[in-house]
């Protein structure tokens, strides 16, 4: 969708490496979220904020931090990524009690 | 664990006929929602049913709700191969700004 985009849209990082996921919009959105998508887990809650600065735990909290120092800019961070968080990374924004609207994903591998 | 959970996990039809998908959940909802994943993308949100209203319509898409069951279907008439993707169900919790997914029906339309 072209309000909102992933990046890098593919990674492949060594075992112990931070890595940082960015997700951008142009909507203007207050919400956004980070989830992961695993076989047989279905997409599961990592992060997500309620505005600026503002930010919670989801589901799958453990080893991942977020910030939002910006409207348009959500970022995921693998503080020393672990082979299991090799997965999928989708970003998804939303205004209120409405839709959400996702991006493309990231694939990210850690070997 | 999984708020929503859909049923079948997967469903194999001819093109034409209808398919129905099945998704359940276990706490109050503020909203319902059905999303459509075709493979390597991202979600694309296709309808939002309300807690207070029991059925919706978006085109070839019909959605029911009961909260006394506290379950949901989906109903896409005359399946095209187009169709063929997941579907998944999101329950917006009531107190939460946060979507929670089930593992999602895998749809395939044969020609």
């Known amino acids: 969708d072209a309000g909102i985009t992933q990046s890098p849209r593919h990674k492949v990082t060594e075992t112990g490496t931070p890595v940082t996921l960015r997700c951008h919009q142009t909507?203007?959105?207050?919400?956004m979220y980070w989830y992961r998508q695993d076989p047989g887990h279905g997409l599961r809650l990592i992060h997500y904020?309620?505005?600026?600065?503002?930010?919670d735990k989801g589901e799958v909290s453990d080893g991942y931090s977020v910030s939002r120092s910006k409207t348009e800019d959500f970022l995921l961070t693998l503080e020393s990524a672990t082979s299991s968080q090799t997965s999928v990374y989708f970003c998804a924004i939303s205004e209120s009690m409405g839709g959400y609207t996702f991006g493309s994903g990231t694939r990210l591998t850690v070997v | 664990s999984q708020q929503g959970e859909e049923d079948p996990q997967a469903l194999s039809i001819q093109e034409g006929e209808n398919a129905t998908m099945n998704c359940s959940y276990k706490t109050s909802i503020n909203n319902l929602q059905w999303y459509r994943q075709n493979s390597g993308r991202g979600l694309v949100h296709l309808i939002l049913i309300r807690s207070n209203e029991r059925e919706k319509h978006s085109g070839r898409l019909r959605v029911t709700l009961d909260t006394s069951k506290k379950s949901s279907s989906l109903l896409i008439t005359a399946s095209r191969a187009a169709d063929t993707a997941s579907y998944f169900c999101a329950t917006d919790l009531q107190g939460a700004q946060k979507l929670v997914f089930g593992q999602g029906t895998r749809l395939t339309i044969n020609p």
């Open positions: 909507e203007n959105h207050r919400y």
């Open positions: 904020s309620y505005g600026v600065k503002d930010t």
